[in-house]
Every structure is written in structure tokens, then in C-alpha cells.
């Protein structure tokens, strides 16, 4: 996953309470320890399921150089799904039972948003994934400092935001009209990603509480407003950067 303009994160502060204490320190709060578990699980499903549907977009890519650079990308989002797998191991979580809570939600969101073709394709990963990257990023600020660490790591770009970029752009200035079909797809995605993320929160009631401030500081019900708002004007950015109207 990536965002390719880290335009949401949230403007830096000196860190207080759990966010400036270390795992073992953090962790002793029973509630804050299930919460980092389900953000890691929701996280760690997220990862395996880049790796699947770029595996699948290559299949769609026209060119062999397309095919290549997709399989890298892939490659490289494993790579985050297994340092996420061997993070749950390390604090005596088996990573199935981390991820199994969120499996039915992200799947019936991409079954929901499957792409109909190779440019559909690669707009639902820079939209989406940015997404989902936005949303983790804010969380980040608010966790302990070897929790954040890890998070941001895995949030690092792969490369795609710039591939999905170039191809759309390009596809677009050869045939205008696809823009149009190409933004409702984004607008839909949004929509869908938006409903997708607060219904997996409202779920887990550890996660649900640390962004509106029972376990993590800072986070209150206002501030997850301004978070969603700081999202959707880093997705307007990103809809400019593909050429496509918000």
C-alpha cells in the first residue's frame, strides 16, 4: 500500500502518552494491546489482498514490461504482509486469528468493486489503497512508538501511485472519453472504501475506541471528522494527478 503524497498525515506534535512509550510499556493496557492486534490483523489482510489483486492485474497488463512491473509490486506488498505476520508471531498472536475478523468485509469490498478491465484495475489500487494507506497513517500518529514504526514501513511505496499515474494519464490523453468513465469508477470506489473503513471500526470495539479516544490520546470525535476530511481532500489530489475530475 502507499500514499504517494503523504498528504494526510497529520501535522507533527511532540508525542504524549502511548504514542511517545514503547510496545512494552503500551501494551500492559489490555484495551490498547487488542486494539494494535486488530489494526495489525486489518492491516496484514489489506497486504495479502494487494499482493492478490496486483498478481491478478498482471495477468491483464498489455505489455510484458507492464506484466514485470506489476509482479514487482506484488512481490514487495508480500513483503509487508510477512513483516506483519512476524510482528503478531513476536507478541504471541497467531496471524489468522488476527486477520480472520476483517476477511469477510475486505472481500465483499473487492468482490463489490471488481474491475471490469486493466485501467479500472489500477485506478482501484492507487484510489483504494491510498485510502485505506491515509486512514492508517493518522492512526499511526496515535501508537506506541514501535507499533508506529512498524505501520509506516509497511505503508511504503511500492511504486504503484506513480505506474497507475503514468498509465491512466497516458490512456486518457489517447482517448479523452475514457476519463469519464474512469472518475465515476473513482467516485464510486471512494464512496465504497469510506463505508467499507467505518464499518470495520464500528465492528471492533478496541479499534473504535482508540480513534474516538478512550485508549489513545488526541483522538476525539471532532478530530476523526477533520481526519475524514484531510482523506477526501487527499483523494481530490490524487483524482487531479490522474487527470480525472473528483
Known amino acids: 500500500m502507499e500514499t504517494p503524497d503523504h498528504a494526510t498525515e497529520p501535522e507533527s506534535a511532540a508525542p504524549t502518552g502511548i504514542a511517545a512509550q514503547n510496545w512494552d510499556t503500551a501494551s500492559t493496557e489490555p484495551q490498547y494491546h487488542a486494539a494494535v492486534v486488530d489494526l495489525l490483523g486489518a492491516l496484514a489482510y489489506g497486504e495479502l489482498s494487494a499482493f492478490e489483486r496486483l498478481a491478478e492485474d498482471a495477468k491483464l497488463a498489455p505489455t510484458l514490461a507492464d506484466k514485470a512491473a506489476l509482479a514487482k509490486m506484488a512481490s ?29 468485509a475486505l472481500d465483499e469490498f473487492h468482490r463489490q468493486t471488481a ?67 474512469l472518475a465515476l469508477w473513482a467516485r464510486r470506489l471512494m464512496g465504497e472504501a469510506l463505508s467499507q473503513a467505518q464499518r470495520v471500526v464500528a465492528d471492533r470495539d478496541a479499534l473504535s475506541t482508540m480513534l474516538v479516544g478512550g485508549v489513545a ?3 476525539d470525535l471532532a478530530e476523526v471528522g477533520r481526519m475524514f476530511s484531510r482523506i477526501t481532500e487527499a483523494h481530490t489530489k490524487r483524482m487531479a494527478a490522474l487527470g480525472l475530475a473528483a
Not at 76 to 104: C, Q, W, Y
Not at 122 to 135: E, R, T
Request: charged share 30%; no cysteine; net charge negative.
Open 115 to 181: 474491475p471490469s478491465d486493466w485501467l479500472e484495475g489500477l485506478v482501484k489500487a492507487y484510489v483504494g489503497d491510498s485510502i485505506a494507506s491515509d486512514f492508517y497513517r493518522e492512526v499511526a500518529a496515535r501508537l506506541d512508538t514501535d507499533t508506529r514504526a512498524l505501520v509506516l514501513a509497511v505503508l511504503d511505496d511500492t511504486g504503484h501511485g506513480n505506474f497507475a499515474v503514468e498509465k491512466v494519464r497516458a490512456a486518457i490523453e489517447a482517448e479523452p472519453r475514457v476519463g469519464g468513465r
Open 76 to 104: 514487495a506488498e508480500f513483503g509487508h504482509f510477512e513483516r506483519l505476520n512476524d510482528r503478531l508471531r513476536a507478541i504471541d498472536v497467531e496471524p489468522t486469528s488476527a486477520m480472520d475478523p476483517f476477511a469477510k
Open 217 to 219: 490520546d488526541g483522538f
